[in-house]
């Protein structure tokens, strides 16, 4: 177990909590009931934290998973870029990420949504359709948007988080300690995105299919009760890799990179393309810009 | 040492109270307790699987508890009403049932505090919400600023109603150096905690059906509606049952004050949908899912128009002096007004407020059946409590149950 919290508080808490925690929170054995808040702990105790989390997913999964803490890097501020004249619609990003990122099979969730459009009402997002069904994409008059989380700027759902259980990070990344997360879901709600997921039923990912390469604010497993969303693939990203979506896109339509840097992929676009973000009137300020690249 | 031996026979006087009753109580608590036990059943098998046992989903993630949390929080508010001219006014006739409208606001807050709890999908992680021992967003999160001010205002009420009774049970009028200001600070913590209910929607520009000026006002006029309801019923069984004498002019003038008030939300309902229908932007179809439906998706218009005709004719039977002093178009009228109250917070603001979501998908919500269960069984904790509370301070209110001191050394 970690010490990372006193007794005398933990006495107390578990008095307060009683029967709700019993019942709950069975399954995690080896990483402690009551934790304090990441930033809180120092670097042992965080080191502690991850191998108790491994314990725990060796026993649920019997399958050896890495749980990295790669911090942000100095100079870095990522930021991505879509193609909608490129996109076409075959979501093979959506099913990439569900795979990378250890989303619930069961039920499913999935953490980027394409929506389908009519050319002719252009973005449009009440006449827009995410459960279109095609056996050749992209259908004639119709144009894609995949939207995932957007990185903003200025986050609304941090804002309205009532426990500081997701914040923006030194990099740009807007991430969510799972064991923090109360499952109010006032993030779902403040998203003007629809960018957050909650884990609404316990999730079920077979062992087989578990991605084991994972980051502690990232595609970790989760359990039912709290929200989740894009990361932009920290556990990737951090270690300069692509995110999975970027890689499996047949058509390129998807730019990532670090906006500090004058000879990256991403300024190039911002320099060269007509740029445009979802939802400006909010001043969200995306880290997620749409481009027309013919 | 005269003041503990006095509280602890408070304590013990109040369980006899509680034990002793006729069939028709005892009925009553065995009903509740019955909803409860159905409650905590769907609640435990709630817990073991997931919020999935709900009809929310991601497309509308806040539903019946939430509506219900809203809508209590109008309730407990709704004390206020009767605080207001009783204690700042000096206005006789309804003193004695202010501190009824205490209780009231004691049971509501204690639900609403219930809502939240089984909304959660951590409710083991609930500590994260108390200051000092977990970390709070302040001041940056509405829902954090609604834990404290939700928080104060039970204990505030709690304190108030339990002093004043203390002081009655010992025969003695409560010292109004402490007791007055106290009041008076519920009065705006009442309108603070509505108001802060109203800004966790009202803050969030991604759900256009919320992110209106007039929506912490809606909830203000509202809640002086429902809230006064309920006391109204109450104030006519305890005059049956109990020796309590509560005057027609009381019961008069706040059916009479209800009706302003909700002459004042159906004017400013009104005023938003004029503001959505003749606009006629994008934002109209959150409006249109509530009164016409979207593209075949109908599943709360029924509802939302039963909400409208109940508060009408409320409003008429209320504003009408004949109607509002007959016995049942009186207690005709205050059903409608909570039944319609009860719609307009609990399904008409949360629903169609995420309905379609943000991308504009049109998940149809509708509560499961578990959802309701829970829902009825706080519905009857809050019921069981308040019923208890009442019990107690009837006889403390009409001098039947007073300390030994205060018989013997006369009140």
């Known amino acids: 177990m970690s010490g990372c919290m006193t007794i005398s508080r933990r006495d107390f808490m578990c008095a ?97 949504r394409v929506l389908e459009m009519d050319k002719a009402r252009g973005i449009d997002f009440a006449h827009a359709n995410a459960y279109y069904e095609a056996e050749k994409v992209p259908r004639d008059g119709h144009f894609y948007l995949p939207v995932a989380c957007q990185h903003c700027a200025d986050p609304p759902c941090v804002k309205s988080c009532p426990v500081n259980a997701t914040w923006k990070e030194p990099d740009g990344i807007v991430v969510i300690d799972y064991d923090w997360c109360i499952g109010c879901r006032c993030c779902v709600s403040s998203c003007p995105y629809g960018a957050r997921h909650f884990n609404w039923a316990e999730p079920e990912i077979p062992a087989e299919d578990i991605n084991p390469k994972t980051h502690l604010l990232g595609n970790r497993p989760r359990h039912k009760g709290v929200v989740e969303k894009c990361t932009f693939c920290i556990q990737r990203t951090r270690e300069g890799l692509y995110p999975a979506c970027v890689e499996v896109c047949p058509v390129g339509a998807r730019k990532f990179g670090n906006l500090l840097d004058p000879l990256s992929e991403i300024r190039e676009v911002l320099r060269s393309k007509r740029i445009f973000v ?17 | 040492m005269q003041t503990y031996k006095n509280f602890v026979g408070f304590v013990s006087g109040s369980l006899r109270i509680i034990l002793r009753g006729g069939p028709l109580y005892w009925a009553w608590i065995v009903a509740l307790l019955v909803m409860i036990g159905i409650g905590g059943y769907f609640y435990a098998e709630q817990l073991q699987h997931g919020l999935i046992t709900t009809s929310m989903r991601d497309q509308c993630s806040w539903g019946l508890y939430i509506g219900n949390f809203t809508f209590l929080v109008g309730v407990a508010a709704a004390a206020v009403l009767l605080v207001v001219p009783a204690y700042v006014y000096h206005w006789g006739p309804i003193k004695e049932v202010a501190i009824l409208g205490e209780l009231l606001a004691v049971a509501a807050i204690a639900m609403c505090g219930l809502f939240v709890f089984v909304d959660i999908g951590h409710p083991e992680r609930a500590w ?18 609604d834990v404290i001010v939700l928080n104060g205002y039970l204990v505030l009420n709690f304190v108030i109603v339990t002093y ?56 203000i006029a509202s809640a002086l509606c429902s809230g006064p309801a309920v006391l109204l019923v109450l ?3 305890l005059r049956r049952f109990t020796r309590f004498e509560i005057r027609d002019e009381a019961i008069w003038k706040i059916a009479e004050l209800m009706a302003y008030f ?12 004029f503001k959505e229908y003749y606009s006629a932007t994008e934002h109209l179809i959150h409006m249109q899912y509530m009164f016409t439906g979207v593209d075949g998706h109908t599943a709360i218009v029924p509802f939302m128009w039963l909400s409208v005709f109940c508060s009408i004719a409320a409003f008429l039977l209320f504003l009408i002096p004949a109607t509002r002093r007959n016995v049942f178009t009186l207690n005709l009228g205050c059903l409608l007004i909570y039944l ?52 107690v301070a009837t006889p403390i209110m009409l001098g039947e149950f007073r300390a030994r001191s205060a018989e013997t050394g006369g009140a």
């Open chain 2, 235 to 237: 104030m006519q069984i």
């Open chain 2, 340 to 391: 319609g109250v009860y719609l307009e917070k609990g399904m008409g603001l949360v629903i169609p407020g995420m309905t379609p979501d943000t991308l504009g998908e049109i998940y149809e919500y509708f509560p499961s059946r578990s959802e309701i269960a829970i829902s009825a069984g706080i519905f009857s904790v809050g019921f069981l409590l308040f019923t208890l509370m009442v019990k």
């Open chain 1, 278 to 294: 979802l939802k400006t009137e909010l001043e969200t300020h995306p880290r997620f810009f749409y481009f027309y690249g013919v």
């Open chain 2, 262 to 273: 909700m002459g004042l939300n159906l004017f400013l309902l009104g005023a938003e949908v």
């Open chain 2, 128 to 145: 994260h919400l108390i200051p000092w021992f977990g970390r709070l967003n302040l001041p940056s999160s509405l829902l954090a600023w």
């Open chain 1, 16 to 112: 307060v909590a009683g029967c709700a925690a019993a019942a709950s929170c069975s399954e995690p054995t080896h990483t402690p009931f009551f934790r304090d808040h990441l930033h809180e702990l120092d670097e042992k105790q965080i080191e502690q934290l991850v191998a108790d989390l491994e314990a725990d997913y060796k026993d649920q999964y019997g399958v050896d998973i890495e749980v990295g803490t790669q911090g942000p890097r100095e100079g870095v501020q990522f930021a991505y870029a879509l193609d909608i004249s490129r996109c076409i619609g075959c979501r093979r990003c959506v099913h990439a990420c569900v795979e990378e990122n250890n989303q619930s099979r069961d039920p499913e969730v999935q953490w980027i």
């Open chain 2, 164 to 219: 004043m009774l203390f002081r009655y049970f010992l025969g003695k009028k409560p010292n109004t150096s402490i007791f007055t200001p106290l009041v008076l600070f519920s009065i705006p913590c009442a309108i603070g905690i509505h108001t802060v209910t109203a800004f966790l929607y009202n803050g969030l520009p991604a759900r256009p059906f919320w992110n209106t000026a007039i929506l912490a006002p809606r909830f």
